[in-house]
C-alpha cells in the first residue's frame, strides 16, 4: 500500500488551519499519510502545523523540497522507495524534484482548490 506524501503549507493547511475538504478526501483512503514541509521550528508553529491529523516531515529548509536529497532523505527515513509513495504538492519546483527521483507526482493548483482532480490522481496512482 502506497504511503501518500502531502504537501503543507498552501495545500493541506492554508490560512494556519487544515482544509477540511482535502482532510475527509484522505481520510477516505486507509493508506498512511505524511505531511511534507520546509517549515523550521518557527515557521511550524506560524504556519499552524501544529497538531496535525498525520505524521509531518521536515528538514527545516537543509535542504528545501525543490532539492531532491528531500525526498532521498524522506525516503531512507522511512525505509520506502520511490514506487512505493505518491505525492502532491502545489509548488511545481518541489513536483519536479520528486519526479527527479521517480516518485508519482500531481501538481495541486492552490488557487482552484481542484479536490476532483486530486481525487482522480490518488484513486489512479494508489
Known amino acids: 500500500m ?5 504537501d503543507a ?3 493541506f493547511v492554508t490560512e494556519k488551519w487544515i482544509f477540511l475538504e482535502m482532510e475527509e478526501l ?5 493508506n498512511t499519510k505524511i505531511i511534507v514541509t520546509n517549515a523550521n521550528d518557527e515557521q511550524m508553529k506560524t504556519f ?3 497538531d496535525m491529523p498525520y505524521e ?3 528538514l ?4 528545501d523540497k525543490i532539492d531532491p536529497v528531500y525526498f532521498e532523505t524522506l525516503l531512507k527515513q522511512y525505509q520506502l522507495t520511490a514506487n512505493e ?3 502532491f504538492e502545489h509548488n ?4 519536479t524534484s520528486a519526479e527527479s527521483l521517480g516518485i508519482v507526482s500531481f501538481h495541486y493548483d492552490k488557487d482552484k482548490k481542484d479536490i476532483k482532480s486530486l481525487k482522480e490522481f490518488l484513486e489512479k496512482n494508489i
Open 2 to 6: 502506497k504511503t501518500i506524501l502531502v
Open 60 to 63: 527545516k529548509h537543509n535542504p
Open 92 to 95: 511545481i519546483d518541489a513536483v
Open 26 to 30: 484522505l481520510d477516505t483512503f486507509s
Open 85 to 87: 509513495v505518491i505525492y
Open 48 to 50: 499552524g502545523l501544529i
Open 56 to 58: 509531518i516531515f521536515t
Open 9 to 11: 503549507r498552501n495545500t
